[in-house]
């Protein structure tokens, strides 16, 4: 049985490496050989950090079957990515860590390719951006970031995209602009792309789908809607897709950008915004008060015996949904 | 008792078991039924006739041989009676409390009308709470035979499975996709009527006869069947993934906010403590009015969860009678108790938008019931112009499962039409040395059933490799000059080297 003592050293899983790329992302590299072997682009897992915590589905943005690790590239916007910013070091285990889950992009025969990766959807993009210049395509990648500060992982693009767009909301790196300003440099520089895959916020990705259905150009999306068990058996994560619902983690998570709802996604992604709100000022207030927030010396006994709050105070946090969804 | 027992001389009433007062733990999570205590016990055991034909037996889908364990009680040999128990069924402490007795063994027993029947759940019940508080475990001495068996799911389908091969001397491998094991009795059968430590008590006498859990392991992702008969060296593989992918309502507003399948309420209040939050991070959506659609076993878990999580009204939305209403008599029951209100022969036609994106409220149709349909029910009808609406701020769904779709996408495994997986009579699949039984074969059922299913694998199991079955009749007579009663055919096999 799976034991666990709260994410210290009780996991199964290892964290071998981290990096930090700006105050909110960060990586992390976990040894799990097995998944390394079967991951495939576009599949994600389920990671659950301690006894406590809540299942979050995270799209693999690496996995490497030599090394036995897989990447995952996380933000720190609600109380669980921000509580693993803070505890998954290296050396660290998680408790749980389950995939690879979801059907496989399918890595079409598309002969020139524009990969989009939007704030964190730029992590989730990469393994079919590499995938497609395997299979022998004219790969171009479009990344989008909010400034130079947040960029991460351009060498990395550079070494698998024949070309490469890097957008900045600020002009600070790059092209001044977002994604979709860099999909039409690229279309306009390359009349014959055959296919797009977006990955990143549901606005983001909404936007790329409206940009390439007048030209009638393939366009696939990575969905992260809000799901429990990523086996197909709560339907928490159903989506509409044309006229069909679809459940994201055992139909998808990749769908047709044309056909998805993302007005139906965007709303559905709300549905516990209160209670996330919740749930971290509770941790704020813990961590400030030191004790159960400090690393290493987390009392979930004395945590979970303290009577639940009746209140809810107004916190403004950034808004999850501009910036967790795509990863 | 001493001498004959007679439909006149055993005690005539059904022994009660004593329940937690319904307005209290309509408030708690704590379990409803209290369980008979030694003298209660007893005094139900007594009013077991001893039937030397018995029909309870072969009503119970695991045949436990009823008579025999509660001759035992009477006896007051308790341990005597998990161990005829346990000869069928493992999961004591479960099935007495989960089973659906009444259209089991209790639905046969010859003390009936005006009589109760006896009350052989309850007994069952009392033996296995006895068994986990004195920690009796039937641990037979196994002889290991070298086979590899690994079986996908540890629900109650899978852990019959793995009971019976481990016994066989099997080296027994459970992958289960959560991070704990159990299945359906961890994430769907809510705690009030199935504690947490009884799931931990039978997986714990699992483990001791040598069965190994792996969790956070999703088989057809991780690693395929073909891959776990071709690489990973096992010999057979048992396949009890269950249903589990909920149907939707189909009707206008399904996928407001505030609408969730019964599912995805009892997995985030079972297995991920909602109920506790936010002390555990996840969280789960309160309504001040709950509507459940369905009225099933899953359906009755979800209301009574409603009510302990705090909503004031809890409706149940039934479009049959309660006649024909699939749960458990006493979970109907025991929901009246507590204030859920039943709406029978009533359908939904459209959940209502409060204009942000969130449900208000329902919008239901009256029926009647016609002719009986292929299920030998009768078929509900719209009644005309009979639509009402009611307000509700959380609509949950339990109208029953289709087939879970990974297994499908992940082998060449035959599949039938919806999506099941197609067996032979044995359980084997079209694949060989892979059995698969449970919801996944039949659809959704009940967990004794899925048992039952389970150990009738073992069974085919068993024969595929070559084990002799202790239980079956022993072939008389001989094949190519050997004697069949000599030889215990082990089945020719090459071990890898990499082992």
């Known amino acids: 049985m799976t034991a666990g003592d709260g994410g210290g050293a009780g996991g199964k899983f290892e964290i071998v490496a981290r990096e930090d790329y700006s105050d909110l992302t960060y990586m992390l590299e976990v040894r799990h050989p097995m998944m390394a072997r079967a991951a495939r682009p576009g599949q994600f897992v389920i990671v659950m950090s301690h006894e406590h915590g809540e299942r979050i589905p995270l799209t693999l943005a690496d996995f490497d079957a030599q090394k036995g690790t897989i990447t995952l590239v996380i933000q720190a916007v609600g109380k669980t990515t921000r509580e693993m910013q803070r505890h998954c070091q290296v050396g660290t285990r998680l408790l749980s860590l389950v995939g690879p889950m979801g059907i496989p992009s399918a890595v079409s025969k598309a002969k020139r390719v524009v990969c989009v990766g939007g704030g964190l959807g730029v992590a989730p993009v990469f393994p079919q951006a590499r995938a497609f210049k395997q299979a022998g395509a004219y790969v171009i990648g479009v990344l989008g970031f909010r400034d130079k500060k947040l960029v991460f992982w351009e060498d990395k693009f550079r070494k698998v995209c024949d070309d490469l767009i890097l957008c900045t909301d600020d002009g600070s790196a790059g092209m001044k602009g977002m994604v979709t300003k860099g999909i039409e440099v690229a279309m306009k520089g390359y009349r014959d792309v055959d296919e797009v895959v977006a990955i990143g916020p549901p606005v983001m990705m909404r936007a790329c789908a409206e940009l390439t259905r007048p030209h009638r150009i393939k366009t696939m999306v990575s969905v992260n809607p809000i799901m429990v068990d990523g086996t197909g058996m709560c339907g928490g994560c159903r989506v509409k897709v044309g006229e069909q619902i679809r459940f994201a983690c055992v139909d998808g998570p990749d769908f047709d950008g044309h056909l998805v709802d993302f007005e139906d996604l965007m709303g559905r992604l709300r549905r516990y915004a209160a209670d996330e709100n919740k749930a971290m000022q509770r941790w704020t207030e813990s961590c400030r008060m030191g004790g159960p927030g400090e690393p290493g010396a987390r009392d979930w006994k004395a945590l979970a015996a303290t009577p639940p709050e009746s209140a809810i105070d107004e916190l403004v946090l950034p808004d999850p949904f501009d910036d967790a969804q795509g990863g | ?499």
């Not at chain 2, 504690?195 to 690693?223: H, S, W």
């Not at chain 2, 509507?291 to 009204?313: E, F, H, K, P, Y």
């Not at chain 2, 458990?328 to 359908?347: D, K, Q, S, V």
Request: with cysteine; charged share 25%.
């Open chain 2, 1 to 499: 008792m001493a001498g004959k027992r007679t439909i006149r001389t055993i005690p005539q009433a059904r022994t009660p078991m004593r329940e937690q007062d319904p307005q209290a733990r309509a408030k708690n999570f704590k379990e409803v039924a209290c369980g008979y205590s030694v003298e209660e016990a007893l005094r139900e055991a007594d009013r077991c006739l001893l039937c030397p034909d018995p029909a309870c037996v072969p009503g119970c889908p695991v045949n436990i041989n009823i008579p025999e364990f509660i001759r035992r009680i009477s006896a007051r040999d308790y341990r005597g009676a998990y161990d005829v128990i346990g000869e069928s069924n493992l999961l004591a402490a479960v099935c007495g409390r989960v089973c659906p007795q009444e259209s089991q063994c209790e639905g046969v027993c010859v003390v009936r009308e005006p009589l109760e029947p006896v009350a052989i759940g309850r007994l069952e019940r009392f033996v296995g709470d006895k068994a986990i508080a004195e920690r009796w475990a039937s641990t037979p001495y196994i002889e290991p035979n070298g086979l590899r068996v690994g079986i996908i799911g540890s629900g109650p389908a899978g852990m019959a499975c793995a009971a019976d091969m481990a016994k066989a001397g099997c080296e027994v491998t459970v992958y289960e996709a959560f991070h704990q094991p159990g299945g359906v009795l961890r994430y769907g059968i809510p705690d009030f009527r199935l504690p947490n430590e009884v799931i931990d008590a039978e997986i714990a006498n699992l483990e001791k006869l040598g069965v190994r859990f792996e969790c956070d392991t999703l088989v057809g992702r991780l690693f395929t069947i073909p891959q776990m008969i071709d690489e990973m060296g096992f010999d057979a593989v048992f396949i009890g993934t269950g249903a589990g992918y909920p149907q939707l309502l189909g009707i206008p507003g399904d996928s407001l906010n505030g609408v969730l399948s019964a599912n995805e309420l009892l997995t985030r209040c079972n297995l991920m403590r909602a109920k506790d939050f936010p002390a555990y991070d996840t969280p789960v959506p309160l309504g001040r009015s709950v509507a459940v659609i369905g009225s099933g076993n899953t359906a009755m878990d979800a209301l009574r969860v409603c009510l302990r999580l705090g909503a004031q009204n809890v409706h149940c939305i039934y479009r049959r009678t309660r006649t024909e209403s699939p749960a458990r008599a006493e979970e109907i029951h025991h929901a009246e108790e507590e204030g859920i209100r039943f709406h029978w022969l009533t359908n939904p036609v459209a959940v209502l938008d409060d204009g942000h994106g969130n449900a208000r409220g329902l919008r239901c149709v009256r029926m009647e019931l016609g002719e009986p349909d292929d299920s030998g029910r009768r078929r509900p009808i719209p009644i005309a112009a009979s639509e009402f609406e009611f307000e509700c701020d959380v609509v949950v769904f339990a109208i029953g499962t289709n087939a879970n779709p990974i297994i499908g996408q992940t082998s060449k495994l035959r599949l039938d039409r919806r999506g099941y997986i197609q067996t032979d009579e044995n359980l084997a699949t079209s694949m060989a040395g892979v059995y698969a039984g449970g919801d996944i074969v039949t659809g959704a059922a009940t967990v004794i059933e899925a048992m039952g299913a389970g150990r009738k694998a073992a069974r085919g199991m068993k024969a595929y490799l070559g084990l002799r079955d202790p239980d079956a009749a022993v072939p008389a007579g001989s094949l190519f000059g050997i004697d069949l009663r000599e030889r215990n055919f082990a089945r020719v096999r090459l071990v890898p080297s990499s082992r």
